[in-house]
Structures are given as C-alpha cells and as structure tokens.
C-alpha cells in the first residue's frame, strides 16, 4: 500500500511534488518513463524506482514548469533515442537530459526540429539519498549549442556526472557544464553521440552514423584525457569494436571480468534496430570482449521469440544496465521498444537464444528508456545505507 500511495501523491500534486521523494534504495532499478503514444511531442517524465523483481516502489515525477532555479523538463514522447539515463561516476546521483518546453501545442511530427530549436536544454539530477529532483543546469538553445539555424533541432540523449557538479551531455558531440549553469556549455567532442557513461574515470560513449571528416561511425568510443572539462578532445576509437550495419546504438554497460586484462573488458550495447529489413533480428543486446589487443563480438542477447515486424522492432532495446551477481556472472536489465523491462542471467557461455524474462511491463502508451541499476552497498557504506532505509521507513 505504502508504494500506491507514494506513486499516487507524486503523480497527481504539482511542481513541489520532487521534494516529497523518497531516497531510493540500494538494490533498485531505476527506470525513465514517458508517454509515447504520439499525441504530443513534449511529455513529461516520470522516474520509476522498482525492485530487481519487479515491485513499484515509487515514482518522482520531474518537474513540468519552473519554480527557483529549477527549470521544467521535458522529453521527447515519439523519440526512442533519449531518455537515457546515468548513474554518476561516485554512485550518489541519476542523471538525465531534456527540454524545458511547453507541456502541449508541440504535435506534429513534422515540426519536429522548428517545434523544440528555441526550448534550452536542461540536465536533471537526481539525488539518490533524498530523492530531490535538480533542474537548474540549463544548456541554452539549439542555436547555442552550435546548430547553424533557429529551425535545427540538437537533440539531448544523455548526460552524466561524477560528483553532481559537473556534467558532461550527450548531443550534436558531447557537451560540458557545470551545476546551475545559465543558457552555458563547453563543446568538448562535435560528433553526434547517443549514450555517455563514466567508468574508471573515463567518458565512454557510443555513436551511429558515417565516418566521414573523421566521425567515428556506428562505434563504442572512449574520450581521451579522462573528464575533459575544455577544449577538444579526441576519441579513442576501441580496437575492432565497430557495431554491424543497420545497429541503431544505444546505452552501454561496462564490466571488467577478465582479471587476465586491466581495465574494462567486456561491454554490452543495447540496440534499437528499427526492423528486419535493415538489421540483424538475432540480437538486442551486443556483447563485445576484450582480450587485451582488440574487441571482439562474442554473442548477441535477444527480448523476443521469433522474428519482429519490419515495422515494430518490439525487440529492440534501448536502456540497458546490470550488475554481477555472487558467481561474478553479469546479470543484466533491458528496457525494450515495446515497453518492457527484461532480465537477463548471462552466464558468459553461449548465444542466448530465448527472449529473457520479462519482469515489468509499462502501461498502454507508456515507455521506458534509459535504466540505472543502483549498486549495493559496500562495507564501506553499510551504515550510511542503513541511515536512509530508516529513514525511509520513518517518512512511510
């Protein structure tokens, strides 16, 4: 009842409805949520906090008009690649990207780029030990962020910090600002890119497109010199890891299994391919591994049974995030195009050929995007952990 009442409240109460959030736990998914039905373009979003089983916890709803310093924030409803969502570099925050745009009037798809070139950009932080919602990182306008003309239209896929300081957004390349920021950005890369993660002190992106003027193409890169916060920085294009025709790139969740090879050695890519036609219906999660000299496509993970429409590729993915379990096997959670969230037990042992299990399905018009799983605590952190769990249960 308790998790009803939560969801319920946040839902239907106003702007200040971000404060009343509870802090999220330490062994929770937490999943972006939209309405993607198509009747407008501009949708508010939802932060849904679940169990790994699949139980509602609650629900943060962010916010819809602006109040302080905090700037509403909007998605995209028919755009499947934003809403991503990242955990940051230290663990404590979630981080997402949008617009603050109207909430109606914004219809039709053919306006798409005119309709949102004018709205500033913001970047939403997510405060795991409180549940507060920050909005008050604005990025500026399509024109400020280098479009060549009011009616281009810069899309923002992503963002992430380290510390809840400072962001580093995924756009036309990827952009720096720091919290609190006013219509101000730093181009750091100026190729368009889709997800963007910290691992081990490093920006990873993934990127879709052609390799001219020396663009990187359908790629997972790492950002040279760490977390650049100005000039220009060059990609590392990772050895061999070029993804198929026809991938349509999305999240990417790094492990480092391997103890053999230092660092990241194993990545999974979630793809969104857009139909049979022009992709490979075998896979919606790559899987990629390092064996010190070069990435090598290992095997391919599906959320479907059988083989997709041409024109509802429900078996692509879009988020993709996970953790390891106590046999040090990647466990791995998926949000689907057809609005599903799918568990996956990778034993790193063969193709997986079955569709998963799904453990969430989101309401008719619904979707989910990015996903974040929340680490568990270490032992390092157990008493700071047990603080918010009671007082969790104190504000129940």
Do not use: C, H
Not at 109 to 128: D, H, K, M, P, Q
Not at 154 to 181: C, E, M, P
Not at 260 to 282: C, E, K, L, R
């Amino acid at each position: 009842m308790r998790n009803f009442l939560v969801a319920t409240s946040i839902l239907t109460t106003s702007l200040t409805s971000y404060a009343q959030a509870a802090p999220f736990l330490s062994d929770s998914l937490i999943l972006y949520r939209i309405d993607a039905s198509g009747i407008s373009l501009s949708a508010p979003v939802f932060i849904d906090e679940y169990s790994r089983s699949g139980t509602l916890r609650q629900t943060v709803a962010v916010p819809t008009s602006a109040s302080g310093s905090n700037a509403a924030l909007y998605g995209i409803g028919n755009a499947s690649d934003e809403g991503q969502i990242s955990l940051s570099g230290n663990g404590s925050y979630v981080t997402l990207a949008g617009y603050a745009a109207p909430s109606s009037g914004l219809s039709s798809n053919t306006t798409i780029n005119a309709a949102f070139s004018g709205y500033n950009r913001v970047v939403g932080r997510i405060e795991l030990s409180s549940g507060i919602v920050d909005t008050s990182t604005n990025l500026g306008t399509s024109t400020q962020l280098g479009a060549t003309n009011a009616t281009t239209n810069v899309n923002v896929r992503d963002a992430v910090t380290n510390d809840g300081s400072q962001f580093w957004v995924a756009a036309n390349g990827i952009r720096y600002a720091t919290l609190g920021s006013s219509a101000s950005s730093t181009s750091i890369t100026a190729f368009s890119t889709r997800a963007i993660e910290i691992n081990g002190g490093n920006l990873y992106t993934t990127s879709s497109g052609g390799t001219t003027n020396g663009a990187p193409g359908r790629r997972l890169n790492r950002v040279s010199g760490g977390l650049i916060t100005s000039g220009t920085a060059s990609l590392n294009f990772l050895n061999s890891l070029q993804f198929p025709i026809g991938t349509a790139p999305g999240n990417v969740t790094l492990f480092d299994l391997n103890p053999s090879v230092p660092g990241v050695d194993t990545a999974y890519i979630a793809d969104s391919f857009q139909g049979a036609s022009n992709a490979d219906t075998s896979r919606s999660i790559l899987r990629y591994d390092f064996d010190g000299t070069d990435w090598l496509a290992t095997y391919n993970l599906k959320t479907f049974v059988g083989t997709p429409s041409t024109t509802n590729a429900t078996g692509g993915v879009v988020g993709v995030a996970g953790y390891l379990n106590s046999l040090g096997n990647p466990v791995l959670f998926a949000t689907t195009l057809d609005g599903r969230v799918v568990r996956f037990n990778d034993t790193a042992t063969a193709s997986v050929a079955s569709a998963g299990t799904t453990i969430i399905t989101a309401s008719a018009g619904q979707v989910f995007r990015g996903i974040v799983v929340v680490p568990e605590p270490t032992s390092l952190a157990l008493i700071g952990i047990a603080g918010l769990v009671a007082l969790r249960r104190r504000r129940a």
